[in-house]
């Protein structure tokens, strides 16, 4: 079997966001990104490869294709083998305990795939994303997660409304904050990163019990403010230490 019309057009869409919810699909694509999604609750819809990989899964509608087939709808400069498509999963529950990362309108897809990777890392949970956020199903945010996404559940929601009706200390990253490292953090919080040019809105800055900053050590203060995923590295770090 080889890589249909219908097969590029439906691949093709999916890298708009609007096709995705249509569908309710999503791709991922490298050996190891694929497999950790084969082995997770994720539902595979359709696998395309290059080579007859072995998934270990017997019901995986495999579609063996060329290299050039693959090239063809591939959005990695060099295509790894393997693409897949995926049900996107529904989630209504929050968990409202432990420690929650918060994303006030992250824009870039690196960041938002990196901070997924970091929650992975810490052992956070659950991501909660204001609508304005961009979409986790995002093919580059899928690749520079590198498989997390299937161990950190990502809501979108009203992120007003969300932090009204948690009873968590809700803390966010400021310039103007208290220094992190002398700050005595819980193990249970939200911590909310803001927007990569303009940082918190100024309604959910209204919400927050505590605001905390990561001091810079450099003589020359030329350096305006830290990548948000490097600043969610050290602060989550901090929170766990």
Not at 22 to 42: M, P, R, T, W, Y
Request: glycine residues 4%; hydrophobic residues 40%; proline residues 2%.
């Amino acid at each position: 079997m080889s890589l249909s019309k219908n097969h590029i057009k439906l691949i093709t869409s999916l890298s708009q966001k609007k096709y995705r919810q249509k569908h309710q699909l999503f791709i991922a694509e490298g050996v190891k990104v694929v497999h950790e999604f084969i082995n997770s609750d994720f539902e595979v819809e359709k696998l395309f490869a290059v080579d007859d990989y072995s998934f270990n899964n017997k019901n995986i509608d495999v579609v063996l294709v060329s290299e050039t087939e693959l090239k063809k709808v591939s959005s990695l400069k060099t295509p790894n083998k393997v693409l897949a498509l995926f049900r996107i999963p529904s989630f209504s529950d929050h968990q409202n305990k432990g420690l929650i990362v918060g994303l006030d309108a992250i824009n870039d897809p690196g960041n938002l795939g990196t901070i997924i990777r970091l929650c992975d890392w810490f052992g956070i949970k659950e991501l909660v994303c204001s609508k304005d956020t961009v979409d986790c199903y995002n093919q580059k945010v899928v690749q520079a997660s590198m498989g997390s996404l299937t161990r950190v559940q990502i809501n979108y929601v009203d992120l007003e409304s969300y932090l009204k009706s948690s009873d968590l200390p809700k803390f966010i990253a400021d310039m103007n904050g208290e220094n992190v490292y002398k700050t005595t953090l819980p193990e249970e919080a939200i911590l909310i990163m803001g927007n990569e040019a303009n940082g918190i809105s100024d309604s959910i800055k209204e919400l927050v019990n505590h605001t905390i900053s990561i001091p810079q050590f450099g003589e020359i203060k030329e350096t305006e403010s830290l990548n948000v995923a490097t600043a969610t590295a050290i602060l989550l770090s901090e929170f766990r230490r």
